[in-house]
Protein backbone atom coordinates (compact mmCIF):
# COMPACT_ATOMS: atom_id res chain seq x y z
CA UNK A 1 0.00 0.00 0.00
CA UNK A 2 1.12 3.76 -1.21
CA UNK A 3 1.88 5.54 1.95
CA UNK A 4 1.08 8.78 0.12
CA UNK A 5 1.11 12.35 2.56
CA UNK A 6 0.52 16.00 2.38
CA UNK A 7 3.72 18.02 3.19
CA UNK A 8 2.47 18.53 6.58
CA UNK A 9 1.59 15.13 7.19
CA UNK A 10 5.21 14.12 6.11
CA UNK A 11 6.56 16.84 8.39
CA UNK A 12 4.22 15.48 11.04
CA UNK A 13 5.31 11.96 10.57
CA UNK A 14 8.74 12.36 10.97
CA UNK A 15 8.84 14.14 13.92
CA UNK A 16 6.44 11.58 14.85
CA UNK A 17 9.16 9.43 14.79
CA UNK A 18 12.46 11.28 15.86
CA UNK A 19 10.97 14.72 17.77
CA UNK A 20 14.71 16.02 17.40
CA UNK A 21 14.91 15.47 13.62
CA UNK A 22 16.07 18.88 11.89
CA UNK A 23 13.89 18.11 8.38
CA UNK A 24 11.18 21.30 8.19
CA UNK A 25 8.55 21.82 6.38
CA UNK A 26 9.97 23.60 4.02
CA UNK A 27 12.89 21.69 2.94
CA UNK A 28 10.22 18.91 1.93
CA UNK A 29 8.60 21.89 0.19
CA UNK A 30 11.83 22.55 -1.80
CA UNK A 31 12.41 19.13 -2.33
CA UNK A 32 8.73 18.66 -4.39
CA UNK A 33 8.83 22.17 -5.94
CA UNK A 34 13.08 21.35 -7.13
CA UNK A 35 11.64 18.18 -8.28
CA UNK A 36 14.02 16.02 -6.08
CA UNK A 37 11.89 13.64 -4.90
CA UNK A 38 8.52 13.10 -6.85
CA UNK A 39 4.96 13.99 -6.02
CA UNK A 40 1.65 14.63 -7.21
CA UNK A 41 -0.63 17.57 -7.28
CA UNK A 42 -4.37 16.80 -5.59
CA UNK A 43 -6.51 20.09 -6.04
CA UNK A 44 -3.89 23.02 -3.85
CA UNK A 45 -2.25 20.15 -2.12
CA UNK A 46 0.95 17.79 -2.89
CA UNK A 47 0.70 14.39 -1.86
CA UNK A 48 4.42 12.81 -1.14
CA UNK A 49 4.99 8.96 -1.38
CA UNK A 50 6.52 8.39 2.42
CA UNK A 51 8.80 5.85 0.99
CA UNK A 52 10.43 7.34 -1.35
CA UNK A 53 10.95 10.86 0.84
CA UNK A 54 12.31 8.46 3.81
CA UNK A 55 14.80 6.66 1.69
CA UNK A 56 15.97 10.21 0.10
CA UNK A 57 16.49 11.27 3.38
CA UNK A 58 18.66 8.11 4.22
CA UNK A 59 20.42 7.93 1.25
CA UNK A 60 20.87 11.59 0.38
CA UNK A 61 21.33 12.73 -2.90
CA UNK A 62 21.87 9.39 -4.38
CA UNK A 63 18.15 8.46 -4.82
CA UNK A 64 18.13 6.10 -7.42
CA UNK A 65 21.10 4.13 -5.84
CA UNK A 66 23.95 5.23 -8.21
CA UNK A 67 26.95 6.60 -7.43
Not at 20 to 46: D, E, F, M
Amino acid sequence: MVRLRTIEQAYKDIKNADENSSITRNYIRTLVSNQVIPARKSGRKWLINMDILEHYLEQGSNIDGKA
